[in-house]
């Protein structure tokens, strides 16, 4: 079983699509709703989808992504977990509209 923890500030359509019903595979997908793909069908792959809002800061970002992030790692047990790091959430940048340091 794997978890795929998708940091990106857009939603993920990519792995959801690919892996959405495959119950081996989890995804926790936070991100901005407001911005490119919304993509409804690939949305109902998510296993666990955690909106943001535009300039969102680091604290609540942060504390958004522990609570369910161990929440996920709760619900289930794998033994492989991916990280995808985008950097369209990084302050400044105009697609993500996050406001997120590097730090």
Same mark, same amino acid.
Request: aromatic share 6%; net charge negative.
């Given at each position: 079983?794997?978890?795929?923890? $998708? +940091?990106?500030?857009?939603?993920?359509?990519?792995?959801? =699509? /690919?892996?959405?019903?495959?119950e081996?595979?989890?995804?926790? $997908?936070? *991100?901005?709703?407001?911005? *490119?793909?919304? $993509?409804? %069908?690939?949305? &109902?792959?998510?296993?666990?989808?955690?909106? +943001?809002?535009?300039? #969102?800061?680091d =604290?609540?970002?942060?504390?958004?992504? %522990?609570k369910?992030?161990?929440a996920?790692?709760? &619900?289930?047990?794998?033994?492989? +977990?991916? *990280?995808?790091?985008? #950097?369209?959430?990084?302050e400044?940048?105009?697609?993500?509209?996050? /406001?997120?340091?590097?730090?």
């Amino acid at each position: 079983k794997a978890m795929i923890v $998708d +940091v990106d500030a857009h939603q993920g359509n990519g792995h959801e =699509r /690919d892996f959405g019903n495959d119950e081996r595979v989890f995804i926790l $997908d936070i *991100y901005n709703p407001r911005i *490119y793909p919304r $993509d409804h %069908k690939a949305a &109902e792959g998510i296993s666990r989808s955690v909106h +943001v809002g535009s300039m #969102t800061s680091d =604290r609540e970002y942060l504390r958004l992504l %522990k609570k369910n992030l161990s929440a996920s790692l709760a &619900e289930f047990k794998c033994s492989l +977990v991916l *990280y995808n790091a985008g #950097t369209d959430s990084l302050e400044g940048d105009p697609l993500g509209c996050l /406001d997120l340091s590097e730090e």
